[in-house]
């Protein structure tokens, strides 16, 4: 389990634990794009109450205008929460599904998937679709090796993280 580690595209996580209310994350999103904040990766989903959804927000701002965003989020409308993770112990992980032409190459890419503990999902005679899950370093090491071969599409759900408890 990966922990709370410097991150190679110096981003940083947020969460904010809003109300399941309409228009919330077009505020959210607003008022990042508003005041020219760069967002890296956002996720939203419903969380333990579902009266609330959790946001992970990943941006690419640094001390004192992190510190802002962290503020202006704070007094958003119906944001109930913001969690700073840089204060904080962490686990972060995301999840990437990518699709690969194999060709002839279909062992070393099952061995890699081995190796890395990555699923293929679905199988063609010509293709498969792979899904990996883990911290940012050990995806960029995969992804890193699978681009010696014939990727066709990549996506990725963005950074999650939740705070370890002591």
Known sequence: MENHQPNEYHTHTISVLVENKFGVLSR????????????????????????????????NEHGDKLDQVIKQLSKLVNVVEVTDFRNYPTVYREIVLLRV?????????????QMFGAKVLDATRETMTIEISGGEFRLARFLDLMSDYDVEMLTRSGKIAVVKKK
């Open 28 to 59: 959210v999103a607003g008022l990042f794009s508003g005041r020219g904040y760069n967002i890296h990766s956002l996720n939203v989903a419903p969380c333990e109450d579902p009266r609330f959804s959790r946001m992970s927000i990943d941006v």
């Open 101 to 113: 032409r194999f060709a002839e190459k279909k062992g070393e890419i099952l061995e890699l998937c």
